[in-house]
């Protein structure tokens, strides 16, 4: 009987979501919709990702990233939100963090929105319906630049 440790795994591969260290990159995602928070994290989570934690609306997000900071390296920021949208929660963070390193969660046709982001700081954007290649794609590049 051939065991484990006999035939190494040439298939095996590091997860994506872990730093040089060996450490999972820690993420706070901010979204109203449980949904696309809990696929989100899915996607993040299969890739050694660590969810720091989750906020459900832009005020949250913004009080959940003062409480983890410095702690987290990436924060996924719904737009539309009730409370505080994520452009203004976006506006609060990278004031409180100019290093933070935010990416914007939108449906299509909100490009204006995007480009406002873009401007105060956010490092990108993902566009929903989510497709996990394209959000693990952004996010490597957002972190690994």
């Known amino acids: 009987m051939i065991a484990k440790t006999d035939m190494p795994?040439?298939?095996?591969k590091i997860?994506?979501?872990?730093?040089?260290?060996?450490?999972?990159?820690?993420?706070?995602?901010?979204?109203?919709?449980?949904?696309i928070a809990k696929q989100l994290g899915q996607i993040l989570a299969s890739e050694g990702f660590e969810i720091a934690g989750t906020a459900s609306?832009?005020?949250?997000?913004?009080e959940k990233y003062k409480e983890l900071s410095p702690n987290v390296d990436l924060v996924t920021m719904d737009i539309t939100m009730p409370v505080l949208?994520?452009?203004?929660?976006?506006?609060?963070?990278?004031?409180?963090?100019?290093k933070a390193c935010v990416i914007m969660?939108?449906?299509?046709?909100?490009?204006?929105?995007?480009?406002?982001?873009?401007?105060?700081?956010?490092?990108?954007?993902?566009?929903?319906?989510?497709?996990?290649?394209?959000?693990l794609e952004?996010?490597?590049?957002?972190l690994v630049h």
């Open 57 to 62: 609306d832009g005020q949250q997000g913004v």
């Open 138 to 142: 952004r996010v490597l590049s957002v």
């Open 15 to 35: 997860p994506s979501g872990l730093k040089a260290d060996g450490s999972p990159f820690r993420v706070l995602i901010v979204d109203d919709s449980m949904f």
């Open 9 to 12: 795994n040439l298939n095996e």
């Open 85 to 98: 949208d994520g452009v203004s929660a976006l506006e609060k963070i990278m004031e409180y963090d100019k």
């Open 105 to 135: 969660v939108s449906a299509l046709g909100k490009e204006d929105v995007v480009k406002k982001s873009l401007l105060l700081g956010a490092r990108g954007f993902i566009i929903k319906p989510l497709d996990r290649k394209k959000v």
